[in-house]
């Protein structure tokens, strides 16, 4: 059971290498973390690192409603509630910094403008949708607004965002932040050549298109150390209206060449499954390694056999698991014990009250 075993996260002790991934739960209609959440959090802390649900940097960065984000000194607070629980019970967690560029409404933007991305195309697929508020006043989900491109000199003031709830992220007590440039949102926008029809330094190259991702996490660095900083990356991705393309693979390994310079605490790799098939396999990964020797995460529909199996073989260091933690709150400890796994209720995924968030029983309690 390799990964029951303690592991060094660039300097910090992890009591196993079980992580929780990020996975948005829209609980907070006033955008604060609470009491709720920290006990979420809390619940889960056996795990050996936690990584929180995607956390706006700003509100323009918000693409989904009762998010909780990290730009003002409230939700900051909201935060030191989560990181307390969860360090109380021996837990450690990075907070994952989000910016969702086009994949946002107007109802969700600042005075609502249209959200800002790499390029002024918008999504356009019938599985991507965004989670707001209708004219009614009810929930649910809308086609995003048609998003307008960054300006050049516009792009420094994203990063300096990043830089900014980084700062609160220290404040709040988080272990560590992680930039999410993965599923479809702005970083990948900027990241993806079919998308991103940019003619400025920001556009073009593969040097250009990743530009942005490396200032953001040269930003970063310079607030909180390289072995505080993570990335979660999606090669391959096809999520929110994303396409593959040719040299996908010379993007993300010029992005493991530049991330291993800069000695990051992790990349975390997302593995968005396309076509019901895998699309982050073992050669991929035996090639990422390749270029980044310090320590990877993988996601997607992680199992355990897959987990124990790329860890022993060395390609990955940590395997995350995300819908498995929210109905076993305990999933660390049934893994160990070999107990059965609960399954999440699907309803209660998104929004709502305390059922289906922290109302999940231990095995011993069930």
């Known amino acids: 059971m390799t990964i029951l075993q303690k592991y060094d996260l660039a300097g910090r002790e992890l009591a196993n290498r079980f992580v929780m991934a990020p996975m948005t739960r829209a609980r907070r209609p006033d955008y ?3 009491e709720e959440t920290a006990t979420y959090y809390r619940q889960r802390a056996s795990a050996g ?3 929180t649900e995607g956390t706006p940097v700003s509100p ?11 730009w003002t000194a409230e939700q900051t607070a909201g935060w030191k509630l989560v990181t307390d629980g969860v360090h109380e019970a021996g837990g450690t967690i990075f907070a994952q910094l989000w910016h969702v560029g086009r994949m946002s409404h107007t109802s969700l933007q600042p005075d609502r403008g249209a ?3 790499s390029t002024n195309k918008p999504v356009r697929n019938p599985k991507s949708m965004v989670f707001t508020y209708n004219e009614d006043g009810t929930t649910g989900f809308v086609e995003p607004s048609i998003p307008r491109a960054l300006d050049t000199e516009e792009v420094a003031r994203v990063t300096a965002d990043f830089a900014h709830a980084a700062r609160n992220a220290a404040t709040a007590g988080f272990d560590g932040v992680e930039l999410h440039a993965a599923n479809g949102y702005l970083f990948e926008q900027f990241l993806n050549p079919i998308l991103n029809d940019r003619t400025d330094h920001y556009g073009g190259s593969v040097e250009n298109r990743a530009r942005f991702t490396l200032e953001t996490v040269d930003a970063l660095i310079k607030v909180l ?13 096809q999520q929110f209206d994303m396409q593959d393309y040719d040299g996908v693979e010379e993007t993300y390994f010029y992005l493991a060449d530049q991330l291993a310079k800069r000695g990051v605490a992790y990349i975390h790799l997302n593995d968005n499954w396309a ?38 073989a060395g390609v990955i260091d940590l395997p995350a698991f995300g819908q498995p933690f929210i109905a076993n709150p305990d999933l660390v400890e049934r893994y160990r014990g070999g107990l059965p ?26």
Not at 346 to 364: F, K, L, Q, V
């Open 60 to 70: 323009e960065a918000q693409g989904y409603i009762n998010v909780p984000g990290i």
């Open 275 to 312: 076509a019901g098939r895998s699309v982050v396999d073992d050669e991929l990964l035996t090639k990422f390694r390749q270029r980044f020797s310090g320590t990877i995460i993988l996601a997607g529909a992680m199992r355990f056999e897959r987990a124990e199996r790329l860890v022993e």
């Open 341 to 366: 796994l609960a399954e999440p209720e699907r309803a209660t995924y998104y929004g709502g009250g305390n059922e289906g968030y922290i109302d999940y029983p231990h095995a011993a309690a069930g």
């Open 115 to 117: 959200p800002v991305s």
């Open 49 to 51: 690192l936690i990584i």
């Open 32 to 34: 604060i973390a609470n």
């Open 225 to 237: 150390g390289a072995d505080r900083v993570g990335i979660r990356l999606a090669p391959h991705n």
